[in-house]
């Protein structure tokens, strides 16, 4: 059995029974039944009922008059992804902010929480990354459609019908790679943040090591950002008018 926090090994013992029950009722019998929880899952948990306790709180504390700080720092996000959506999808952009910030919040704090020590990122582990990029990729090829109704297929066929037998499947490659280009860019960065994170705690326990967490901290914001901003250009390219 793969050894497990402290946070898996408490959901384990309170609910491995009902979640080997339901993944064994949809043939997906867990690997260790006893305990089927993996840290990942986990930490996804921690996040989650973290952000909706977070967003629980703002939403009972809003205020025009005086608001708080923990108001100010949600709208400060809000705007900032509502002004990189306004330039880069255009004006219509505003129903897709909820979307994006929800995104950025959830796997900002899925890499952050591998700094805290007890704990680790999620998005260490490819499954998470994967998820993620999956719900990106499901969500602009949906607004796609709603924009641009069945007339979405053209973006798939290039601007000559000529060429449309050649452009299909380009495209359908190039929309499928982002997936995995989403993956791996998250993944593979908070991995090599984890492990040499790691690597020098266990080497160093004093000092070097805060220099590697900093370090970590901004690969973690960086990368949220760049997952988001992606996330962005292909919604861009999904709902742009032409199409």
């Not at 990189?84 to 902010?97: A, M, P």
Request: glycine fraction near 8%; charge should be negative.
């Amino acid at each position: 059995m793969p050894e497990q926090l402290w946070f898996t090994a408490l959901l384990n013992r309170l609910f491995a029974a009902p979640m080997t029950a339901l993944l064994q009722a949809l043939h997906l019998p867990p690997k260790y039944p006893t305990a089927p929880i993996t840290n990942s899952f986990a930490m996804e948990v921690l996040v989650f009922s973290f952000l909706l306790i977070m967003f629980l709180l703002v939403r009972a504390r809003l205020s025009v008059e005086s608001p708080g700080a923990l108001q100010h720092a949600f709208e400060g996000v809000e705007g900032f992804i509502q002004g990189q959506s306004n330039e880069i999808i255009g004006h219509h952009s505003e129903g897709y902010t909820p979307f994006l910030a929800a995104l950025l919040f959830f796997i900002l704090f899925c890499n952050l929480i591998g700094v805290i020590p007890g704990f680790e990122s999620p998005t260490a582990v490819p499954v998470v990354p994967l998820g993620c990029a999956i719900c990106a990729f499901v969500y602009y090829q949906v607004q796609g459609f709603k924009h641009a109704g069945i007339g979405y297929l053209k973006h798939f066929a290039g601007p000559m019908p000529a060429l449309a037998p050649l452009m299909v499947p380009i495209e359908l490659i190039s929309h499928l790679a982002r997936v995995l280009s989403l993956t791996i860019r998250l993944f593979a960065n908070m991995f090599a943040g984890d492990m040499v994170t790691l690597v020098f705690f266990s080497l160093v326990p004093i000092g070097v090591p805060i220099i590697f967490l900093g370090l970590h901290i901004g690969v973690s914001l960086l990368q949220t950002y760049i997952f988001v901003l992606l996330t962005t250009v292909y919604l861009q390219g999904a709902v742009s008018e032409e199409h």
